[in-house]
């Protein structure tokens, strides 16, 4: 394929146009719209999206709410379909092969994080499968409310052919946000593991601690859905807003992964840490988090954030999820109803992800 050069030297490589849902500005709800994609690269995958997961940066994004966002604007990083077409130098994948996109598309492949299989740490910033300069086009990314996508073989990845392709979309952003810390943190057997949160995140991560052998003790704000963590996998639930029941694991737990987004006493977790325990934010909340220096101090205990996994340990844990048959629980919805989808998201009102069948944009 000829890449063209721009009269400052930035590559522009021949490109289609295709179909895709998105918004031109903060205000203005998703809809119809055409995109270009490149033509395959000797080392690119063409893909038909089947499923594309909905996940909360899609609407922070859409919606400008973290001031970065480029127009127009097509969200989607939770990306399954099928192979139809590869480059003449790919040999990871064929025509037909069911495989997922997550929230990269690319990194400089060079700096230390990236040679260490971190590339979602990239020094010089990963390239996000939407919303991120586009060095073949000249533009920015687009994501997964489209037709199809093209991407370096590099950072696709092989689904299971055991789980449902729809339900296994949200592995690649709920899913690989959860597993990582789980696994950085060496959670498994003898393990005392806290989830904080059962809804997108946090219900994955119930799932994937116990599959990890860990004694999962789920937290809520709400007795509505002590039944509902049980049947996700936890061995204990705790009602946080009840004095007397978090008093009760004081100083129990190993690890903690707290999942909320909103504001919340973090103190009141950290209290919860056997000494040297750690817990690992991966909930974004809006405003900062006071932490006291008494709640770490006294136990050696640590407060840290996580966020995605680089690709091979995001292949990891779609491999784990095959062998234990774990995909997220899902709510199917057609691409013309993602606005409603996007007001219900504020609400809470999903268990416990959407989930977009791309078939509807074809209608």
Same mark, same amino acid.
């Given at each position: 394929m000829e890449i063209k050069n721009t009269a400052d030297g930035a590559a522009i490589a021949p490109a289609k146009d295709i179909k895709a849902f998105g918004t031109e500005a903060a205000d203005a709800e998703l809809a119809l719209l055409n995109i270009r994609r490149r033509t395959p690269t000797p080392h690119d995958v063409e893909i038909e999206i089947l499923y594309c997961g909905v996940c909360h940066s899609? +609407?922070? $994004? /859409?919606?400008?709410?973290?001031h970065a966002t480029m127009y127009p604007c097509v969200p989607g990083h939770e990306i399954i379909g099928r192979v139809t077409k590869v480059g003449n130098h790919v040999n990871k994948f064929k025509t037909g092969d069911l495989v997922g996109v997550g929230c990269m598309v690319d990194s400089c492949r060079s700096c230390q994080y990236c040679e260490e299989g971190l590339e979602q740490y990239c020094e010089t910033g990963m390239t996000g499968t939407y919303n991120s300069p586009d060095k073949f086009l000249a533009a920015h990314t687009f994501g997964g409310y489209a037709e199809s996508i093209v991407v370096d073989e590099n950072y696709v990845l092989r689904i299971p052919e055991n789980l449902d392709p729809a339900a296994t979309a949200p592995l +690649?952003? /709920?899913?690989? $946000? $959860?597993?990582?810390p789980l696994r950085h943190w060496n959670v498994g057997p003898g393990k005392q593991v806290g989830i904080v949160g059962i809804g997108g995140l946090g219900h994955m991560g119930i799932k994937l601690a116990k599959a990890m052998g860990a004694h999962v003790v789920a937290f809520t704000t709400s007795d509505s859905k002590f039944a509902e963590a049980k049947r996700l996998g936890a061995d204990e639930v705790v009602l946080s807003k009840d004095p007397a029941q978090m008093a009760a694991y004081r100083g129990k737990l190993h690890f903690i992964l707290d999942a909320v987004s909103a504001e919340h006493d973090i103190n009141a977790y950290l209290s919860l840490l056997r000494v040297d325990g750690s817990l690992a934010l991966v909930g974004a909340p809006e405003q900062p988090l006071p932490v006291a220096a008494f709640s770490l101090i006294p136990g050696r205990k640590s407060f840290a954030g996580s966020m995605i996994g680089g690709i091979a340990e995001t292949q990891e844990m779609l491999d784990f999820c095959g062998e234990h048959s774990i995909t997220a629980d899902i709510e199917m919805i057609d691409i013309q109803n993602i606005n409603q989808a996007y007001e219900r998201l504020l609400t809470s009102d999903v268990k416990y992800r959407f989930v977009i069948d791309m078939a509807s944009l074809k209608k």
């Open positions: 899609d +609407l922070h $994004t /859409a919606r400008n709410e973290w +690649l952003c /709920a899913g690989i $946000t $959860t597993y990582s």
